[in-house]
């Protein structure tokens, strides 16, 4: 009943994507003011729809209905009611129907949020374009994998989540990340508004500035999650591997970077305005791309959703006729775009260009070495693989000016300016980040290329930032600093430690297997790892063999760690139960190798100590903030002006 | 106007490769490789723990092998790996592991860590004898039987389905080599 209820409610969802697509933007055409007055209440209905599709499902996992195929292969009777409640979206049906609450979820405050702010026929476009974007979303749902499909009879008991997604931030990561990805169509959906209407102007891209700044917070947010989450999960201590489906979140993460940054020089000087739309199209683009890599098995990833050739065509044509007719239109409609004011090659322009030209290379190297497989491939070149080295390498190469250019680009004027005065003012933050680097790294007893290099370009990046903040201490002090320069203020800086992180976790992990008997210590840099003895223990649906440690600094006993080998109940895969000690400056990470086969009651075990690897997710959060506040900017929210003076001057001309 | 065809001449090509990869990357999971039905080739590589000695596929003659492409850097070897453990304890044939342009070092810890439930494991630091043997990336898992015939291939992780196959295949081949 309930599941026949989500199947009916996805149906009528469908049905008002269709005529949201379809009606209102036929309004905008015409200029119908009561066929555009449609758009908000569909988008409404949509909402609604969609989110009692998803609540059907939810409650399905949560009732253990067992004659649905999704539920069965999913989940079972022994699973807690929150990885339940998260496995609604841990399968690929599942994630496909928040996919889509998301995208009816921004429409809908797109509709709320900017119905003020947008000139009407402009929001009717944006929101019938997202409509559209729906339309194929939900067809591939409804065709190609319904979450709803019976099998009757249904079995006693299900199968089982997953393990490696039984986890706290798996029930985060996706959603956080889908609210990126989907965000991007709210970006897309603006850019095809300003081209269909012909107007891509400054006002268009100040509307959008804000809902990109968010998308693009969130996507932060949800890479983050997912690196956090390998690092304690997968067992083995590193932060990216560079796997094909990271790769898939990571570039429309670069071309937003470069897109909100290209924004604001479209916004505020009205300079290369068809390279803007061009990269919010890009953006949405590769976010599909990414649905289409990791559902369609073209690539083999960690992330083994079932895959299905017939999934994949769909997406594939899906992606071909929305970017596909987007760059259409781009073609035809781009070369009337108007062309912004010059700018001198030294110039806040010329900074900002440059970020945009970093970025777009950085996604296109990810891409190519991504892709590079199939690429090799289908030339018959013959069989080379692409490895994590050539994507570190490329990478630091390519962010390495960026960080040296992150702190002039604020401090730099529009139109014109001269190096000297740019440089000026951050000279002593130069001097200060070389010469505290250099001391920092000595003390640590870290003197070696990647940590000085990560200090300092840290420092830099920190100090940079506030010596931005001291020049504006007037408004600092009047707490008047306009919300979009704290927010960039807080990234920049963000940068800056995660920098910080990266060049000490690269340098300085120490790592060390080696057997351990009950009884045993094992001292190193300070800390005493004391193995009392190695325990059965029993979960909801696991049984797991548990070290038991207690850990000391000195004479003081700091904690109790208890890594764990699983075995889950259903299908019985073994997984590694990482016990960490988080800190500001280093994490204790033990992981349970395997017995000694020697009859000792020995285990092979792995230490780390991890020193700043907070910092490399806190960096991360600091820019997700960034984003989040710069897009609260009073100056993207005002009630749209010129609709106004149009309303005042009516009025005016009316007695008369 | 021609300037702006450019990003959508890009996409085209984007789409037609991936329309093309689409396909084939079916077949490589299920045919796999045209290698199939052929002798495997024969090389010599160092072993792993025992770098004095050198491994050859002519060793296992006579008997049905499992050849598992893995390295340390892999990410979806962690993820196949209780499987493999699963193949070395279950199928009752030899399970020889293909070190794959990996540091000794890291793979012997990798082994530590996760669990050695291959018979042997020869290296292949270079990556020559991928060529011959045509690895398309790790992980990948040959089945090869007793008169040394690459039997089938499968590309990617091993997960509960895949390994179903792979014992019935097994099977198969043990009836074929009377074992």
């Known amino acids: 009943m309930i599941a026949e209820f989500g199947q009916i409610s996805l149906i009528l969802a469908l049905v008002l994507a269709t005529l949201l697509a379809t009606v209102p933007l036929y309004g905008a055409y015409r200029n119908n003011e009561a066929l555009m007055n449609l758009a908000p209440s569909l988008v409404t209905g949509h909402f609604v729809f969609t989110l009692a599709a998803f609540a059907s499902l939810a409650t399905l996992f949560l009732t253990h209905d067992f004659t649905v195929v999704n539920v069965a292969i999913n989940s079972n009777l022994l699973l807690p009611w929150f990885y339940r409640f998260a496995a609604t979206w841990g399968s690929h049906e599942g994630s496909l129907l928040l996919w889509v609450l998301m995208l009816a979820g921004w429409m809908l405050a797109v509709s709320l949020l900017s119905r003020s702010s947008l000139p009407k026929p402009f929001l009717t476009r944006v929101l019938a374009v997202m409509g559209a974007i729906s339309i194929g979303f939900l067809l591939f749902t409804l065709l190609t994998s319904n979450p709803f499909d019976r099998i009757l009879p249904g079995p006693p008991d299900g199968q089982d989540l997953n393990p490696l997604l039984q986890d706290a931030g798996m029930i985060f990561h996706p959603p956080l990340l889908y609210m990126g990805y989907v965000g991007f169509s709210v970006a897309f959906g603006f850019a095809i508004a300003g081209l269909l209407g012909g107007r891509v102007e400054r006002d268009w891209v100040r509307w959008s500035r804000p809902w990109t700044l968010m998308a693009w917070a969130f996507l932060t947010g949800g890479i983050t999650l997912g690196s956090w989450w390998a690092y304690y999960e997968l067992g083995w201590g590193g932060w990216w591997f560079w796997d094909p489906v990271e790769n898939a979140s990571f570039v429309p993460w670069l071309l937003g970077t470069a897109l909100i940054h290209s924004q604001a020089v479209t916004e505020k000087r009205g300079a290369f305005p068809a390279w803007t739309v061009l990269l919010a199209i890009a953006a949405f683009s590769t976010s599909l791309l990414g649905t289409f890599l990791v559902r369609s098995g073209v690539l083999t990833s960690v992330h083994a959703f079932a895959t299905d050739p017939e999934r994949g065509i769909f997406i594939l044509a899906f992606m071909a006729i929305v970017t596909g007719s987007a760059l259409t239109l781009y073609a035809f409609r781009a070369p009337r775009i108007m062309v912004g004011k010059g700018f001198d090659f030294v110039s806040r322009e010329t900074a900002l260009l440059l970020n945009n030209v970093f970025f777009t290379v950085s996604a296109g190297m990810v891409l190519i070495g991504t892709l590079y497989p199939l690429v090799i491939d289908f030339m018959g070149w013959g069989q080379i693989s692409v490895g994590p080295p050539y994507f570190g390498a490329m990478f630091v190469l390519l962010m390495t000016p960026v960080v040296m250019l992150i702190p002039l680009g604020p401090l730099s004027r529009w139109g014109q300016d001269n190096l000297k005065r740019v440089v000026a003012p951050l000279l002593i933050s130069m001097a200060v980040a070389v010469v505290g680097g250099l001391i920092i790294a000595a003390a640590l007893g870290a003197f070696n290329l990647r940590a000085i290099t990560g200090w300092i370009g840290g420092l830099w990046l920190i100090l940079g930032s506030l010596s931005y903040l001291m020049r504006q201490k007037d408004q600092v002090r009047r707490f008047s600093l306009p919300r979009g320069q704290v927010g960039m203020i807080m990234a920049h800086a963000g940068v800056g430690v995660f920098v910080i992180g990266v060049g000490m976790v690269e340098s300085m992990t120490y790592e060390r297997d080696m057997r351990f008997e009950p009884g045993d210590r094992l001292e190193v840099a300070g800390y005493t790892f004391h193995l009392h003895e190695v325990a059965q223990v029993k979960g909801p649906n696991w049984i797991a063999e548990e070290g038991r440690f207690t850990v000391y600094r000195g004479d003081r006993e700091v904690a109790q760690m208890r890594p764990q080998k699983r075995l889950h109940h259903r299908g019985q895969q073994v997984m590694t139960e990482v016990a960490l000690r988080p800190g500001l400056f280093h994490d204790l990470y033990i992981a349970l190798g395997e017995p000694m086969r020697d009859g000792t009651g020995a285990w092979s075990i792995r230490v780390h100590i991890k020193p700043y690897i907070r910092w490399i997710w806190g960096g991360a959060v600091l820019l997700a903030l960034g984003g989040l506040i710069a897009a609260s900017d009073r100056r993207y929210w005002k009630r749209y002006r010129a609709e106004a003076r149009e309303a005042a001057k009516n009025t005016g001309e009316a007695p008369a | ?179």
């Open chain 2, 1 to 179: 106007m021609i300037k702006m065809l450019v990003p959508l001449g890009v996409f085209v090509g984007l789409v037609v490769l991936l329309l093309i990869s689409l396909p084939t990357a079916e077949q490589r999971r299920q045919v796999s490789s045209p290698l199939v039905g052929r002798e495997v080739p024969t090389f010599s590589l160092p072993g792993l723990h025992d770098p004095g000695v050198s491994r050859s596929t002519v060793d296992f003659r006579g008997q049905p092998f499992i050849l598992n492409v893995w390295g340390s850097w892999c990410f979806s070897c962690r993820v196949e790996h209780p499987y493999i453990e699963r193949l070395g304890r279950e199928a009752g044939v030899p399970l020889v592991g293909f070190n794959w342009r990996d540091e000794r070092e890291d793979a012997l810890e990798w082994l530590d860590q996760f669990g050695d439930a291959w018979t042997v494991h020869m290296v292949d630091v270079e990556g020559r004898a991928a060529i011959d043997l045509g690895v398309y990336g790790a992980p990948e898992t040959f089945l090869i039987d007793h008169r040394g015939i690459i039997r089938h291939k499968h590309i990617g992780p091993v997960d509960e389905e895949i390994y179903a196959d792979l014992i019935e295949r097994i099977e198969q081949m043990r009836v074929e080599a009377g074992t």
